[in-house]
């Protein structure tokens, strides 16, 4: 069984369209992020919801909006997508609001979203 | 600005051949210092958790070390499935936890 498992696993688009990418873990953690890697592999934080509540939020444009309908799912909804939104999306979650007692981060598999 | 550098940002090396992987910090607040490996196509894997100065963890062939300015990942005669991307993480207060990652270090080990 995949712990964290996202979909799309790739997604080539034009710009200027609207797409999302779902994500579910059967782990019973009660918080999940959405990480952004770029073409140099940093891997950057750009939502964190712990009990479907909003904990972090990032310097992203409004035009990303992550929703999460429960606390096992996570997804996130791009508008009008640009040449620079194009990278590697990683919906992970953890243990604890925090992370902090093992800071153990379970990622999914990434999904690659292509803006042509 | 917190920031996370590891170098090198490549490292090849024979089987067997031992070698250290650098990860350098600044960060306000450090709750803690992980390290993951990431396969090509895949997520980060979590691998180590250090809290404070001195501490060391060790998992097969690898040990993690920690200072209070770096965290050294040390390979010990290490194998072709030890290939992967290294990633170095801090988690930090900013008003909030977070965790920054660096860019990695990718290890290519020839048979």
């Known amino acids: 069984d995949t712990a964290v498992s996202q979909t799309p696993k790739y997604l080539v688009t034009q710009m200027g369209n609207d797409k999302s990418i779902k994500c579910e873990q059967n782990l019973g953690h009660d918080t999940m992020y959405w990480y952004k890697q770029d073409s140099k592999k940093f891997l950057k934080i750009m939502f964190s919801?712990?009990?479907?509540?909003?904990?972090i939020n990032e310097t992203v444009p409004n035009r990303f909006s992550p929703k999460s309908p429960d606390k096992a799912h996570l997804n996130l909804h791009i508008n009008s997508l640009e040449l620079g939104d194009s990278a590697v999306y990683f919906c992970?979650?953890?243990?604890?609001?925090?992370?902090?007692?093992?800071?153990?981060?379970?990622f999914g598999e990434g999904s690659r979203l292509t803006v042509l | 600005e917190d920031q996370v550098t590891q170098s090198p940002e490549a490292l090849r090396l024979q089987e067997g051949e031992s070698s250290s992987l650098n990860c350098s910090y600044t960060v306000s607040g450090l709750r803690g210092l992980f390290w993951y490996r990431q396969d090509p196509g895949k997520g980060p894997e979590f691998l180590f958790t250090l809290y404070s100065a001195g501490e060391e963890k060790e998992k097969e062939r690898l040990k993690a070390t920690l200072t209070k300015k770096e965290s050294f990942l040390h390979i010990t005669a290490p194998k072709p499935e030890d290939s992967a991307t290294y990633l170095c993480?801090?988690?930090?207060?900013?008003?909030?936890?977070?965790?920054?990652f660096g860019a990695g270090t990718r290890l290519f080990v020839k048979a």
């Open positions: 919801y712990n009990n479907k509540e909003l904990i």
């Open positions: 993480a801090v988690q930090a207060y900013t008003g909030g936890f977070k965790t920054i």
């Open positions: 992970a979650s953890s243990q604890d609001r925090l992370a902090s007692d093992t800071g153990e981060l379970f």
